[in-house]
């Protein structure tokens, strides 16, 4: 099983080193969007509310996730996919997904935050934690965005369905993110967000569950 | 008269209700005065909802350990009358609340989960409309069905930490409980809860059976 997990990220990482231009897009994508936000707020270094800052970076990063990840189901064709379909085991195929989507969406947050940080100023004071948020906020989203692309894939107008599918469901971590960056952000000490963090954990966890349990009646279809 | 007893039920109760519940005698309370008698109209609404997807999910469930047709329209003829008692829930209370509070939408718990849950059925809706294939449809949307609903819960128990709720009984606020020593409330508000319940699983039945014929009728043509 861990061998089948492991040779299926193994496929997903040389498939997209393959076509450099898709990772190059999505790096391209979170650029542009974060230069879009800081021509539109007009600001000069530091200007901003702390509260805009941080909400505006979640934000920022929800859609990249969705970008990212909303091809996961799309990108190979229907025939190499039943070929795959053949030789892996369903859980072994969304439990790869899912640590695929991770990992990419890591590179991209902390891409991101990077550039985030250069442009638009950083006003964080514990960036140990916010960094672990932002590690949170990668799992979080790729393994609930990965079953919702699942299941958005199989109809026909896909990417309008991927945003109604999945902003109802992605607040609940959304949420939690947000507070455990602001509390980061505001250099309060970090047993503040104990709580929080364990919320998402759970919410995480119960994604996972659920994933496995469900995926492989998505995989039939 | 066995299988119809929740129909006969539903009847007296909500007859009783109406009539009841607009000359009955209710405790003075400041700022809500008569508005109180909303409790017997917007507060069974939620409960009803709550009860009727709560049936959907089982339904989607079933439908997947059996793939019988038959829960598939079971599951999507309770969302819809769910979606319903939502929808008159939220109108109910912003009339309430614009009269009592001053605002037709505040930002308020209870108002953001409501407005989350019907965001997801809403979604649910366009998600079974993408569908050609009448069995791909009720697989993936029992699958979503399920996915949404699992995120829905961990919502609803997060909320509460971004604020208090401005509801009666809630956040400091007085409810009935203490003033309604006489239990003038009490009896119209349980049988108004049973009564509204009733009549949605009864709009549900003729709307499952409307369905089964409708399909009975295209497969003869």
């Given amino acids: ?59 920022i990063l929800l859609f990249t996730a969705m970008n990212a990840i909303a091809k996961s189901f799309t990108q190979e064709r229907f025939g190499r996919l039943l070929y795959q379909y053949t030789l892996a085991s369903p859980v072994g195929i969304i439990l790869s997904k899912i640590a695929y989507n991770t990992l990419l969406m890591l590179v991209l947050a902390l891409i ?6 250069i442009i638009m100023g950083n006003p964080v004071e514990d960036i140990g934690y916010y960094l672990l ?7 979080g989203f790729a393994s609930t965005l990965t079953m919702v692309a699942g ?11 991927m945003a109604i599918l999945s902003f ?53 279809s | 008269m066995k299988k119809n007893w929740y129909k006969y039920l539903s009847v007296i109760f909500l007859g009783y209700v109406i009539i009841w519940g607009f000359l009955g005698h209710i405790p003075r309370q400041p700022v809500l005065h008569e508005t109180a008698r909303n409790l017997y109209f917007h507060v069974p609404m939620w409960f009803g909802m709550f009860s009727l997807l709560s049936v959907s999910v089982w339904n989607s469930v079933q439908y997947l350990r059996t793939s019988n047709m038959l829960y598939d329209t079971k599951s999507a003829e309770y969302a819809n009358s769910g979606i319903l008692f939502g929808i008159v829930g ?46 791909q449809k009720a697989r993936i949307s029992s699958i979503y069905n399920i996915f949404a609903v699992a ?49 949605g699983f009864w709009i549900t ?15 003869n043509n």
Avoid at chain 1, 112 to 117: D, E, H, K, S, T
Avoid at chain 1, 151 to 161: C, F, G, P, R, V
Avoid at chain 2, 102 to 118: E, H, P, S
């Fill in chain 1, 112 to 117: 991101g935050f990077g550039v985030y940080a």
């Fill in chain 2, 90 to 135: 939220i109108m109910t209370g912003s009339i309430w609340a614009r009269y009592t509070w001053g605002a037709w939408w505040t930002n308020d718990v209870k108002l953001n989960g409501a407005a989350v849950g019907l965001l997801i059925y809403f979604a649910y809706i366009i998600l079974r409309g993408s569908f050609n294939d009448e069995q």
């Fill in chain 1, 1 to 59: 099983m861990l061998k089948e997990i492991k040779a299926l990220i193994e496929k997903e990482i040389r498939l997209e080193l393959r076509q450099k231009y898709a990772l190059s897009g999505m790096i391209l994508y979170v650029f542009s969007t974060i230069y879009v936000c800081y021509l539109s707020f007009r600001l000069k270094a530091n200007e901003m509310d702390k509260i805009t800052w941080n909400t505006l970076f979640w934000i």
């Fill in chain 1, 151 to 161: 299941i958005a894939s199989k109809a026909e107008n896909s990417a309008t369905l």
């Fill in chain 1, 168 to 220: 109802p469901i992605i607040i609940p971590i959304l949420i939690m993110l947000l507070k455990i960056s602001k509390n980061a952000l505001d250099g309060l000490d970090r047993s503040n967000s104990l709580d929080e963090i364990l919320t998402l954990l759970a919410i995480d966890a119960i994604v996972l569950v659920l994933s496995v349990i469900l995926f492989p009646f998505l995989w039939r």
């Fill in chain 1, 133 to 139: 948020s932002i590690v949170l906020g990668a799992v």
């Fill in chain 2, 151 to 199: 995120l829905l819960i961990p919502l609803l128990i997060v909320l509460p930490r971004i604020g208090d709720s401005l509801h009666p009984g809630n956040g400091g606020n007085p409810g009935f409980k203490p003033m309604d020593t006489q239990h003038t409330m009490r009896i119209v508000f349980y049988p108004a809860c049973i009564g509204w319940i009733c009549l």
């Fill in chain 2, 205 to 219: 039945n003729l709307r499952i059976r409307l369905k089964n014929l409708e399909q009975i009728h295209q497969e």
